[in-house]
């Protein structure tokens, strides 16, 4: 009788972590394609940050509320207008709904395509409004109270 006792790997471990340097390469390749709604909000308040952000959502949208000086250009749009509302030389934050939504990868990929640099901010217009911040309407500035169980319990997540 066989004694010898078979550990069985998690799920998590099923596959067997990267080797760290592979490790380092995928994330920092990740961190080249994508960045948060925290980040984009301190370089935002800077008054300089360096990148253009741009809402892909429909108008409608868009008018429901959106990020204060956000440039909008609906994900279709982008072929036929990204030249006469960005800059090339001027990267490209994207965003869209929210992280259900494919609509942010969608128009990095368009923009991506007509040669400008380009993120993805992860979380869109639903992160951006669950950490609290502010998002102009047609019927004029509206900020909700940050979700508790998503959004960060100081001013950073000290990440």
């Not at 920092?28 to 394609?33: G, H, I, K, N, P």
């Not at 960045?35 to 809402?55: E, I, K, N, Q, Y």
């Amino acid at each position: 009788m066989n004694t010898t006792t078979r550990t069985v790997p998690s799920g998590v471990l099923a596959v067997a972590p990267a080797e760290p340097a592979e490790a380092a390469a995928y994330f920092a390749a990740r961190l080249a394609f994508h960045t948060d709604v925290s980040d984009v909000h301190a370089a935002l308040a800077t008054g300089r940050p360096g990148f253009t952000l741009l809402d892909s959502r429909s108008t409608q949208g868009w008018d429901q509320g959106h990020v204060p000086g956000a440039v909008h250009l609906p994900t279709a749009l982008i072929p036929d207008r990204a030249r006469e509302l960005l800059d090339p030389a001027v990267p490209v934050v994207v965003h869209c709904w929210g992280p259900g939504c494919d609509g942010a990868t969608r128009a990095a990929l368009a923009l991506a395509r007509l040669g400008y640099r380009v993120k993805e901010m992860l979380g869109g217009i639903e992160y951006w409004i669950r950490e609290g911040f502010t998002v102009d309407t047609r019927e004029g500035e509206r900020r909700l109270p940050p979700d508790t169980l998503t959004a960060p319990a100081a001013d950073a997540c000290g990440c």
